[in-house]
Every structure is written in C-alpha cells, then in structure tokens.
C-alpha cells in the first residue's frame, strides 16, 4: 500500500509550516480524490497499515492519544476524525501529519490516470511524464510553499 497526507487549512496553527512526513522532505504526488482508492486514516505515522478501526466518535469527543493515535480512521469518518486531531493539534500548538494509506493495488492499475499532479522535484515529474508520454497540461509540476495553509500549490 501507499501512504499520503490531507492538507487542509483549518488545521493551520499561525507561525507553523504544513506538516511534511520527511524532514526536508518537499515532494509528493496529488491523488485524483474522486478515484482515489483509500483503505484508511491514521492521526500519525502508521508504516503504511491499516489496523484496528477507531471507536466511532463525534466532533465534541476529545481526541485522546491512548485512545485514537494507533487506531485507524474510517473513510467514512475522516472528517469528524480531522475535525478532532486538529482540535488537539490547535490546543496543544503541535502540528503532525495524518497518515492516508492508499490501495496500493489499485493505484498500481490506474497510474496515471489516479494521479492529478506531482510536486517537489521537478527532475521526478519529467521522468513521470517521460516513463508515461504525457505533457504537462494532463500531469503539472506544482511548488508547494508549506507557509501558505489557503493556496499550497501553484503550478510552475
């Protein structure tokens, strides 16, 4: 399977860069979200698994670290659980990535077509766009500035 990140900007803590899995690490592929095959959410770092489905929750609910860092999120109840994670991240002035596990199988047979832009390194869109005979209108290299939570991506 693969492993992404939700960026969204109500998770935005003033002062503080969007959250990236690798330090440094400025790269990565937008999914086409209406095709996109999703397993699972995690609030951290899950090694690319799902596991144990979390207890269904409510906005009100606090996130609680024993409790909901090791479960794994719904597709269903991803926005009640971002809504929660961020609610803890903003009282605690702490920002970390969401995990978003991908079918990996899937995405395997729909590459290119689940892929809506790359970011990052230009050097990795070209061999994308090469290995697949497409030009840049149908896959963009994107910029990401990780200070702006409203707009992160503008095409190059």
Known sequence: ????????????IRGRPIPMFARGSHGGIVFKPKITKILCGKAEDSSGHCGTWCPHATVNLEWDERVDKLCSWRPTDFGIQLQRLTNYQR???????????IDGRWLQQH?????????GQRQVVEIFRRHFNLDATRIPFLEIDRDNWQEPFRIE
């Open 1 to 12: 399977d693969m492993a992404g990140s939700i960026i969204f900007a109500a998770n935005a």
């Open 91 to 101: 009282q605690f002035r702490m920002l970390f990535y969401n995990e978003i596990i």
């Open 111 to 119: 590459v290119p077509d689940a892929i809506e832009a790359i970011f």
